[in-house]
């Protein structure tokens, strides 16, 4: 609670933009320093890290870390110039107990990191209109009919299972595509295009956008890259 920061004397609260409007008047109130995080673009997170590394007193090493950001971006783009770009549905969010797709939360066209991470790894984003996420249904995919699916599970060890649920069960590989082979009549699941991408990283907009962007362009255009991704990829479907 705001009382217990009070007492701890932080020199300074860094938050996520979401709570600007809940929480920065009470801080304000207080008297307790803070600094809001914006990280709905590759730009907001490098200025973020110089911001912080300002008020840190390491200018510095938020400027390495930056210009080491922007340069591994820039070897990506260099390595996808010119190919061509599959329409790519992301979803961040889905009910993993269950064997059918009943609600999944996708990345929108604007508003979230992850539309531009879908440009920057090669793919153009599916959902053409929406918030910055969609809730969708099985018929919503269906609709949408992707070239490539990115499915963001998580991590095992980060996961909090229903009391009747068995997180190695949950997390098994046939398990997670299990919803997706369903859907036979979609293209991405037809060429074997499903990808369950593990790693709570996938997540969080942050210094790793570069290994985001790259696990993401592996999945979307595996020919640039020789190298085996670890994740799941369902055979195409028959």
């Known amino acids: 609670n705001l009382e217990s920061l009070v007492v701890m004397s932080a020199d300074l609260l860094v938050l996520q933009d979401l709570h600007r409007q809940e929480l920065a008047p009470k801080l304000d109130a207080l008297g307790i320093p803070y600094y809001i995080l914006s990280q709905e673009s590759t730009e907001d997170i490098c200025k973020g890290i110089l911001e912080l590394g300002e008020l840190c007193g390491v200018q510095d090493r938020a400027k390495a870390r930056v210009a080491e950001i922007r340069s591994r971006l820039d070897a990506l783009a260099s390595r996808l110039k010119d190919l061509p770009r599959p329409r790519v549905l992301l979803s961040v969010s889905r009910e993993l107990t269950l064997d059918y797709l009943e609600t999944l939360y996708v990345a929108g066209p ?72 369903r859907l036979s009549d979609v293209k991405a699941v037809r060429e074997g295009r499903v990808h369950i991408l593990k790693g709570t990283f996938l997540l969080r907009p942050g210094p790793r956008i570069p290994q985001i962007v790259e696990a993401f362009a592996r999945c979307i255009h595996p020919e640039a890259f020789p190298e085996t991704l670890p994740e799941e990829k369902t055979p195409a479907a028959r």
């Open 110 to 181: 604007s508003g979230n990191f992850y539309n531009e991470l879908i440009r920057m790894a090669g793919g153009v984003n599916a959902v053409e209109e929406g918030p910055s996420y969609v809730k969708i249904s099985q018929e919503g995919v269906l609709k949408i009919d992707p070239e490539v699916i990115l499915d963001l599970v998580g991590d095992q060890s980060y996961y909090h299972a229903p009391d009747a649920a068995d997180p190695d069960r949950v997390f098994s590989s046939e398990h997670l595509m299990a919803p997706w082979l």
